[in-house]
T-cell receptor, first 112, second 112 residues
């Protein structure tokens, strides 16, 4: 079954506002990763956060991880039209197969 | 210099045909993957190779046969194509199971 679930499935905000996307997962993880996919393109890695980390920043991106709740969030601050894309979380389980298990993604639309 | 490149980008073919998708990475990674993205954008792993050895075969029909001639290449051959095979197929690579993955631009396969 699918490891990650993302919330919301779609989000539409005005340029300049902050966007928050959430991801929940089911099993113990080694790390959790966030990816962006522009329409018709491949996935681009944004941030990797390990299970012993609680927060990570990269530019306008902030990722948090709560292993007790098995959840993560991605915050994009001061959004831009170019941030319009689908965002996916993916987990690498603590034990077992070497693979990324993806959530179903959040479709983010930034309105100018 | 494209890190992970896959060809072709688009593939339209008739049911029953056999087709191949090629993937190459120039990142020196040990691990390569094939993912399938369906019409609802859900990404699911198909195969994972580590140093040319198959380590994951995620209940994929045996009409799909991956081949890794060397660490930098992972090709996907599909026999007797069916309508349900229509999807976007992504190749990816990573240094190991606990690092970020780099994705190709995808191959949109349409079976008619």
């Amino acid at each position: 079954s699918q490891q990650g679930e993302e919330d919301p499935q779609a989000l539409s905000i005005q340029e300049g506002e902050n966007a928050t996307m959430n991801c929940s997962y089911k099993t113990s993880i080694n790390n959790l990763q966030w990816y962006r996919q522009n329409s018709g393109r491949g996935l681009v890695h944004l941030i990797l956060i390990r299970s012993n980390e609680r927060e990570k920043h990269s530019g306008r991106l902030r990722v948090t991880l709560d292993t007790s709740k098995k959840s993560s969030s991605l915050l994009i601050t001061a959004s831009r039209a170019a941030d319009t894309a689908s965002y996916f979380c993916a987990t690498v389980m603590l034990q077992g197969a070497q693979k990324l298990v993806f959530g179903q993604g959040t479709r983010l639309t930034i309105n100018p | 210099d494209t890190a992970v490149s896959q060809t072709p980008k688009y593939l339209v073919t008739q049911m029953g045909n056999d087709k191949s998708i090629k993937c190459e990475q120039n990142l020196g990674h040990d691990t390569m993957y094939w993912y399938k993205q369906d019409s609802k954008k859900f990404l699911k792993i198909m195969f994972s190779y580590n140093n040319k050895e198959l380590i994951i075969n995620e209940t994929v029909p045996n009409r799909f046969s991956p081949k890794s001639p060397d660490k930098a290449h992972l090709n996907l051959h599909i026999n007797s194509l069916e309508l349900g095979d229509s999807a976007v197929y992504f190749c990816a690579s990573s240094h190991n199971r606990n690092t970020e993955a780099f994705f190709g631009q995808g191959t949109r396969l349409t079976v008619v």
